[in-house]
Nanobody, 129 residues
Framework: VQLQASGGGLVQAGGSLRLSCAASGRPFGRYGMGWFRQAPGKEREFVAAISRRDGNTYYSDSDKGRFAISRDNAKNTLYLQMNSLKPEDTAIYYC???????????????????????WGQGTQVTVSS
């Protein structure tokens, strides 16, 4: 599956952005999906994930309550609604996919970048103070 992330940009602290990730090549519904981010000099970190079957969602502790992940299988698109943005949210945001995500409710696996086989190219989010 090919993934194309979009929707990033420059926003002031407290503002909102909605990221999109368009999938193509294979049936979108076969994949559990995730969002990760990577700031300069830091490791890639988990943001949110959504399972392929039952739509269960998972969030990092720092983003829970501010971000919402969703998917539209008819449009082959994954979304990340980000509210109350903070300067520390500044990073490149990546969408990722894997057929195993959400099959087992193991948050450690779901939050690990190594659990995902397919990655989009990333979209830059910059939050100014």
């Amino acid at each position: 599956v090919q993934l194309q992330a979009s929707g990033g940009g420059l926003v002031q602290a407290g503002g909102s952005l909605r990221l999109s990730c368009a999938a193509s090549g294979r049936p979108f519904g076969r994949y559990g999906m995730g969002w990760f981010r990577q700031a300069p000099g830091k490791e890639r970190e988990f943001v949110a994930a959504i399972s392929r079957r039952d739509g269960n969602t998972y969030y990092s502790d720092s983003d829970k309550g501010r971000f919402a992940i969703s998917r539209d299988n008819a449009k082959n698109t994954l979304y990340l609604q980000m509210n109350s943005l903070k300067p520390e949210d500044t990073a490149i945001y990546y969408c990722a996919a894997d057929t195993t995500i959400g099959l087992v409710a193991d948050s450690k696996l779901i939050k690990a970048p190594t659990s995902y086989d397919y990655w989009g190219q990333g979209t830059q989010v910059t939050v100014s103070s």
